[in-house]
């Protein structure tokens, strides 16, 4: 019953606000983001923010959203249009009155199906990160026209996992835009504490994702690091954590309260558990980074700063070592009362230094200020260049409805996490 009315203040709340909202003109956008997630899975596309924001100053931009919830939160932080479409009949009615000309996806949301449908535009995976999760392999990177990649890593990690998929011609290399963009201010005193960064992902929903640090490494490692006054823990945990393990819920929590406990006990130490919506800050500025197989591990491989990397406590995670993995600093469970030794190493040590370089420049290519958004604007340039092409090419075939014959009146309020 409490969720049932939660629903409906939802739905009114946002009809109040889409009434004075403005309308996106007819024929303004010409790229669309397509968002059919819920709100708990928007942590996918507010890395996107500001890229999307850069792209706009020449292609004009917009957010779909099926979920009100979603909208909601989209209405409050987006940098550019959204627009709400929770039932296909809405969905056909944008599609119909705009010129999109690219779609992007974020996330592999089984409703994104809903959106294929339409051949007249190019549909562009961009992911939410970079990563050697099996979540990076995934069968599903057919399905779109383009897809948009990091670096020489993700197409070596492609061509080895999908048969018979046209690796040069389907996916563009584009780097880390997202790193162009880390910005934000420390909420701490610039002193001598070493700031270590523990950004740990969620359980996962299956064995072989179980990728989560949480209950295994957390509580020793961040119990070292609390007791130690050289250190200053930034604690920012996946938004998903602890959503279907209690023990993993408890271990957060317990967590969380051992930092408000240090700050109590020392309020110059100024730990924090981080559970904003802006990244940014935390990997520019952590002077060592500890996360979990996850796209942390490469947004922060992006930065070329010291990493640490969780190995998985369950013996039923897929690890692919064939690429920076294979090079990681590892820490394991069993150590994570050690942390503080890694730590230093990982710092000082010119060898790890080294590694850790090669693998920046593998994973994202050329790392400078702004080369990222080069490659990500040339990337986009090429698939509009293309589009007039084809369009001139089927100028005079015949417009035929690409309505959905199926009827869906629910809200997109499900779908695949990373």
């Known amino acids: 019953m409490t969720s049932i009315l939660n629903s ?27 968002f059919a997630d819920a709100a708990v899975n928007m942590y996918q596309v ?16 917009a957010i779909i959203s099926r979920s009100p919830g979603t909208m909601l939160k ?50 562009v995976f961009v992911n939410h990160g970079e990563s050697d999760k099996m979540y990076m392999t995934t069968n599903q990177f057919k399905a779109y026209d383009y897809s948009f990649i990091a670096g020489e890593a993700a197409a070596d990690r492609l061509s080895h ?3 018979n998929f046209d690796l ?70 996946h938004p998903r954590t602890g959503v279907i393990d209690p023990v993993v819920k408890r271990a957060n929590e317990q967590i969380i309260a051992a930092i408000a406990a240090a700050n109590r006990a020392d309020p110059t130490a100024h730990h924090l558990f981080d ?41 039923l995670a897929e690890v692919d070592l064939a690429g920076y ?9 069993d ?26 420049q593998r994973h994202f290519g050329d790392t400078t200020p702004g080369a990222a958004t080069a490659r990500f604007h040339a990337a986009v340039e090429s698939l509009i260049e293309e589009w007039h092409r084809q369009a001139a090419v089927h100028a005079a075939d015949a417009v035929l409805s690409e309505a959905d014959p199926f009827e869906d009146e629910g809200d997109e309020d499900s779908g695949v996490v990373d």
């Open 325 to 333: 993995l294979g090079s990681a600093e590892w820490l394991d469970a």
């Open 161 to 163: 996992k999908l048969w």
């Open 275 to 315: 559970n904003g919506p802006a990244l940014g800050w935390q990997l520019a500025d952590a002077d060592v980074a500890i996360t979990d197989i996850s796209a942390m591990v490469y947004d922060r491989l992006a930065t070329g700063l010291p990493l640490i990397v969780t190995r998985p406590a369950s013996t």
């Open 8 to 34: 409906r203040r939802t739905r009114g709340e946002l009809a109040r606000r889409l009434s004075s909202d403005p309308v996106i003109p007819p024929g303004r956008i010409e790229i669309a983001v397509y």
């Open 74 to 123: 989209l209405m409050d932080e987006s940098p550019v249009p959204v627009t709400y479409r929770r039932k296909v009949a809405d969905l056909e009615s944008f599609v119909a009155e705009q010129d999109i000309k690219i779609v992007f996806y974020v996330n592999q949301n089984a409703k994104n199906f809903q959106m294929f449908r339409y051949g007249r535009m190019w549909h």
């Open 46 to 61: 507010r890395q996107w923010y500001e890229p999307l924001a850069e792209l706009a100053k020449i292609h004009p931009v």
């Open 168 to 237: 040069a011609t389907r996916t563009k290399q584009i780097g880390r835009p997202q790193a162009d963009h880390f910005a934000g201010t420390p909420p701490y005193p610039a002193d001598d504490r070493t700031v270590v960064l523990y950004s740990p992902t969620w359980e996962g929903d299956r064995a072989a994702a179980a990728y989560g640090s949480v209950a295994s490494h957390g509580p020793g490692l961040v119990a070292a690091l609390l007791g130690d006054p050289r250190y200053r823990l930034v604690y920012r945990p």
């Open 335 to 360: 150590a994570a009362s050690t942390v503080i030794d890694l730590v230093e190493r990982v710092r000082n040590d010119e060898k790890s230094q080294a590694t850790l370089h090669f693998w920046a």
